[in-house]
């Protein structure tokens, strides 16, 4: 099955600095989402971009849905060590809420 | 409001046993699914489900069967478990109103099969 293609993988970073990942695919997505994981827990959705073009922040997050509705962008400005996680993006085509298409993951490590 | 429930929270197999993990949502969502996470990989959908009485399949569905009776509770059944069963299980419910997306994860199934 398809996957997405998120990079990098992982990231050290020190307190403050500002991050940056994306993720990429060979089809056509309607909807692009990011989700950050702590460990032990489930995803919790950060941001959700619906249109191509569309620039959407939450809090220190922001996040781009690419022109040509392949490709996605996540920054996070002025990084603390709650940062710490994996980032997940994910894709929804036509049809229906529940079927997204999952990147592989970018773990995220802020030091002091 | 307890979001998205799930039970067990650990679960030990031996092969060929089966079992079903619970799933509940209390928000009334219309969409559920159920994703496996392995090590190194993101989420990959086993099942899911647009209503109550209604199921498809996603991306891994083979050796797990699911129903939707109710739209608060989405059981994913195992029929004989495997080894390549071995993964953590998420549950999820969501909803997408005037171009509005919300969507909560349980906290997951962490489950072996020896």
């Known amino acids: 099955g398809q996957q997405l293609n998120q990079s990098p993988q992982s990231m050290f970073i020190q307190e403050g600095e500002d991050v940056s990942m994306n993720c990429t695919s060979s089809s056509i997505f309607n909807t692009w989402l990011w989700y950050k994981q702590d460990p032990g827990e489930g995803p919790v959705l950060l941001i959700a971009l619906y249109k191509a073009g569309e620039l959407t922040s939450n809090g220190r997050l922001t996040a781009q849905f690419g022109i040509t509705r392949k490709d996605s962008f996540l920054n996070i400005s002025a990084s603390i060590p709650s940062d710490v996680g994996i980032y997940f993006c994910?894709?929804?085509?036509?049809?229906?809420?529940?079927?997204?298409?999952f990147g592989t993951g970018t773990r995220l490590q802020v030091t002091l | 409001n307890a979001g998205v429930t799930q039970t067990p929270k650990f679960q030990v197999l031996k092969t060929g046993q089966s079992m079903t993990l619970q799933c509940a949502q209390d928000m009334n969502h219309e969409y559920m699914s159920w994703y496996r996470q392995d090590p190194g990989m993101g989420l990959r959908l086993i099942h899911y489900?647009?209503?109550?009485?209604?199921?498809d399949q996603g991306e891994v569905p083979n050796g797990y069967n699911v129903s939707r009776s109710t739209t608060e509770d989405f059981p994913l059944r195992l029929l004989s478990a495997a080894p390549s069963q071995t993964s953590v299980y998420f549950c999820a419910s969501s909803l997408l109103a005037g171009g509005s997306y919300e969507q909560y994860f349980g906290p997951g199934t962490r489950l072996t099969v020896t």
């Open positions: 994910a894709g929804q085509g036509t049809g229906t809420a529940s079927k997204l298409t």
């Open positions: 489900s647009v209503g109550a009485g209604i199921t």
